[in-house]
């Protein structure tokens, strides 16, 4: 009957019920556990996103700026690459305008030289540069909350 | 033997719960979206024409793909599955993975515009089936919109004149349908129109419970319902009385025509629209009675037993019934309608219409009216005698019009106790009874039909202008 040693192994039925149903016990448990701790790192936010893309590379011509105001970045496209630019003020968040010699805040009066380091104003620091990479679809992506050091341009391929 | 029963209890549900929760973890682990975006990540990596692609698309991490639109209070997760909408690579991709078709999205970037704003869905599913929605048990009023209704979307934004110069003229074509096919004559739009039907000022955002869905084919959704009830109203509705008199191939304009009367409006920065967005209200004749008057009175040369109205509809543009109406009394029944019948009231505070929309309205439907006039019958010269003309009445005219003259609905004859019949001119009345209504069932009762003397005829319209009193 159940009560009955088993020959080879030296397991009762009885135990090897009560320590298999244990051990779903325990696995269940702890696969909970895990889901449980999963749920604390949402798979997206109710917010925007801080990365976006801006277009193709084509339509950021060397020499040109382009002012994305929604999004609040400078792009700006030069012989030996493209590099994005925080347009927003370190001082208060103002959108700052580009003039000849850099940047200029409109609401304290900020300034900032062509590469966004600060050089007159109430500004306490520099306008970060963003990381743009380029999306596997060939499209340009920005992503604000990721800086990079000042002078990282991405070289485009085509 | 009570242990072993607690011990194989303890083993079972163990099991169940081991199973479950391993089903759990499977789909929390492996959701449809991952998958679609490791067969993206593997077709990318084997199309991929340079190194720096190939390299960039094995870095690419399984994630929901979610575009947040603040200010259209959406949000969107259908590229998640949909990766490569963007990429022309993904050209000749299958669905879900291929790239989005014509050039919409360069004007329409998915960042600024999402997908539901367009296609309809529910955005923040993360499954095919519930951001789909094409089935009811998802609970959602709008799923995702078939191709062929799709430009319905496009009017949010842009106007008819645009849409159609760029070859997108299913909406405009529906307006046109809507305008010539006499459906204000029922429905109100903008507050303009009759009042036997629903209004449509929203009726493409209604939801799905403000229908009457048991009897629709395929899916239950409001798409089907308006195509359905375009090419048979009484398969739907079966107590419909609407009239619908359009080619089968014409039923998927208006169902796109309707399901684009929207509520609410885009932001204004997403609008560009410069020119016609709606039916107007047009105040040439002609026009006027086909969007008002011709789901009825057809084309007004021939009247006929309607089954559905159970009643009679007179040809209000055939000479024989001109020759003895005149703009008064034409104009008398288009404002103010005719009480107990489908005939609704037109003017400013009722049907919408203006004073000299009517005038030019009559001056259509009267525009064949013979010259020769109908020969005097000279009411005010007669004395009468109501109890001959009741007696009269009874022998003559109650077979047709009924005994207490209500006529209408399952009579051959009209109802004379309405206000237009009562209010109306006796001398009309008379030579109306004399003259009778050529291709009707009204016969001339004069001497050259019935044999009535001027004398009966001035006592039975005298009879019959009482009538209203009667009980």
């Avoid at chain 2, 309205?361 to 005097?376: G, V």
Wanted: aromatic share 10%.
């Amino acid at each position: 009957m159940s009560n009955e040693t088993h020959e080879k192994t030296g397991m009762s039925r009885r135990d090897f019920l009560g320590l298999a149903s244990l051990g779903a016990a325990v696995i269940s448990s702890l696969t909970v556990l895990a889901g449980t701790f999963r749920m604390f790192k949402a798979n997206v936010r109710y917010e925007e996103s801080t990365k976006f893309k801006i277009g193709k590379a084509e339509e950021f011509p060397a020499g040109t700026v382009k002012k994305l105001d929604d999004k609040g970045v400078f792009i700006l496209s030069k012989d030996d690459g493209i590099y994005a630019i925080s347009a927003i003020c370190t001082h208060l968040g103002c959108i700052v305008n580009q003039v000849d010699w850099g940047f200029q805040c409109p609401c304290h009066g900020s300034r900032y030289n062509e590469h966004g380091k600060v050089i007159g104003g109430p500004a306490p620091r520099s306008l970060e540069w963003l990381e743009i990479s380029e999306a596997v679809d060939g499209s340009l992506e920005v992503d604000t909350a990721k800086s990079v050091p000042v002078g990282t341009k991405l070289k485009l391929y085509a | 033997m009570r242990n072993r029963f607690f011990l194989w209890i303890l083993f079972l549900s163990g099991a169940v719960l081991f199973v479950f929760t391993l089903i759990a973890a499977y789909r929390e682990i492996a959701p449809e979206w991952k998958r679609y975006q490791a067969q993206y990540k593997e077709q990318i990596i084997k199309l991929a024409k340079d190194d720096a692609t190939k390299k960039k698309a094995k870095e690419l991490v399984p994630a929901v793909q979610q575009i947040y639109l603040g200010t259209l209070n959406r949000i969107d997760r259908c590229m998640s599955c949909h990766m490569g909408v963007e990429n022309p690579m993904m050209a000749n991709a299958k669905l879900p993975l291929k790239q989005h078709s014509g050039d919409y999205l360069k004007n329409h970037p998915p960042d600024k515009f999402g997908c539901t704003v367009c296609h309809y869905g529910q955005g923040r599913a993360t499954n095919k089936k519930e951001a789909h929605a094409a089935t009811r048990d998802t609970h959602w009023d709008f799923p995702t919109i078939p191709l062929k209704y799709i430009q319905s979307s496009c009017t949010q934004c842009h106007d008819y004149e645009m849409l159609s110069a760029k070859g997108y003229d299913n909406i405009a074509k529906g307006a046109k349908l809507f305008m010539e096919k006499g459906c204000r004559g029922c429905h109100k739009l903008n507050g303009i129109g009759g009042a036997l039907g629903k209004k449509l000022d929203v009726v493409g955002s209604q939801p799905i419970a403000y229908f009457p869905m048991r009897f629709v084919e395929g899916d239950r959704n409001t798409y089907n319902w308006h195509k359905q009830h375009f090419t048979d109203p009484r398969a739907l509705v079966p107590e419909s009385e609407m009239k619908i008199n359009v080619k089968p191939e014409e039923t998927d304009l208006l169902a796109t025509y309707v399901l684009s009367l929207r509520a609410g409006e885009m932001p204004k920065d997403y609008r560009r629209i410069k020119g016609t967005q709606t039916v107007e209200k047009p105040d040439e004749g002609e026009a006027l009675y086909r969007m008002f008057c011709i789901a009825c009175h057809t084309t007004g040369k021939d009247s006929y037993f309607d089954e559905i109205f159970n009643r009679t509809i007179p040809a209000i543009m055939k000479p024989a019934f001109l020759k003895t109406a005149d703009e008064k009394y034409i104009k008398k029944v288009v404002e103010d309608g005719r009480a107990g019948t489908q005939m609704t009231s037109w003017k400013a505070t009722a049907g919408g219409l203006t004073g000299v929309e009517i005038n030019n309205l009559i001056a259509y439907i009267t525009k064949d009216r013979p010259s020769a006039k109908p020969e005097r019958f000279d009411f005010a010269g007669f004395k009468t005698d109501l109890k001959r003309g009741e007696e009269l009445y009874n022998i003559r005219c109650a077979l047709c019009h009924g005994k207490k003259g209500q006529g209408g609905e399952g009579f051959l004859g009209l109802n004379l106790r309405n206000p237009v019949v009562q209010g109306a001119d006796p001398e009309f009345l008379a030579i109306t009874v004399r003259d009778g209504r050529s291709e009707t069932s009204m016969p001339p009762f004069g001497k050259k039909g019935v044999g009535f003397t001027d004398r009966d005829i001035a006592d039975v319209v005298s009879y019959v202008k009482t009538m209203s009193k009667k009980k």
